[in-house]
């Protein structure tokens, strides 16, 4: 909101990585002079008794409109991550994204 208050001396990009949350925001919800764009990414599905990271294509072009989802996971993948990183990065995702508890790992 700061940025947008500035009217004519609003920068004319702000890049947002990982932080769709702010994007929700009412501050930013059909806001006068802002406009949302996304790097376009091709998504192949994995079948649902893979529990495994669907493969995605960065196809480095903008398009209007915003992420429908994070990637995260495969820019730590494609950064040679190690897997049981990236795997317990996704297992604390998915409990948060439930309202479930997130309990630290048991390293026995």
């Known amino acids: 909101r700061h940025f947008l208050d500035r009217g004519r001396e609003c920068p004319r990009l702000l890049a947002c990585t990982h932080y769709t949350e702010l994007l929700e925001l009412p501050e930013l919800v059909d ?14 599905k994995k079948t649902e008794a893979d529990d495994t990271l669907d493969d995605v294509i ?10 429908e989802g994070s990637f995260a996971y495969h820019c730590a ?11 317990r990065a996704v297992q604390v995702s998915r ?14």
């Open 77 to 87: 993948a494609a950064a040679n991550v190690p897997r049981a990183v990236i795997d």
């Open 31 to 44: 806001r006068p002079g802002l406009s949302l764009w996304t790097m376009q990414v091709m998504l192949e």
């Open 95 to 108: 409990l948060r994204d439930a309202g479930e508890p997130v309990h630290a790992m048991d390293r026995s």
């Open 58 to 67: 960065f196809l480095y072009r903008a398009i209007p409109g915003r992420s």
